[in-house]
Nanobody, 116 residues
Framework: QVQLVESGGGLVQAGGSLKLSCAAS????????MGWYRQAPGKQRELVAT???????GYADSAKGRFTISRDNAKNTVYLQMNTLKPEDTAVYYC??????????WGQGTQVTVSS
């Protein structure tokens, strides 16, 4: 199993920045890739950014140019730097780990609220 713990959410004004962290523990060697997703009230969960074990990165169109996903292998942690935040970025942000076993694991989520 893999355990994921997110942190770094909060309340920020439009145009501001936040950095989310996701610390992985457990069977981390089974992780093929990790990603950030978000879910706004009344909406489906959507992909924000992903990073594979080989370092390949992908972003949703809404995140391109504003968000940066990165990782620190020594700390087993993935980050999401979010700049130029907009009110429409308000959501619960979830960390995800996809593993070689076929299981997907999720963190508990961290709330990001952007005020206008």
């Amino acid at each position: 199993q893999v355990q994921l713990v997110e942190s770094g959410g909060g309340l920020v004004q439009a145009g501001g920045s936040l950095k989310l962290s996701c610390a992985a523990s457990g069977n981390i060697f089974s992780i093929n890739g990790m990603g950030w997703y978000r879910q706004a009230p009344g909406k489906q969960r959507e992909l924000v950014a992903t990073i594979t074990s080989s370092g390949r990165i992908g972003y949703a169109d809404s995140a391109k140019g504003r968000f940066t996903i990165s990782r620190d292998n020594a700390k087993n942690t993935v980050y999401l730097q979010m700049n130029t935040l907009k009110p429409e970025d308000t959501a619960v942000y979830y960390c995800n780990a996809a593993t070689s076993t076929g299981w997907n694991y999720w963190g508990q989520g961290t709330q990001v609220t952007v005020s206008s």
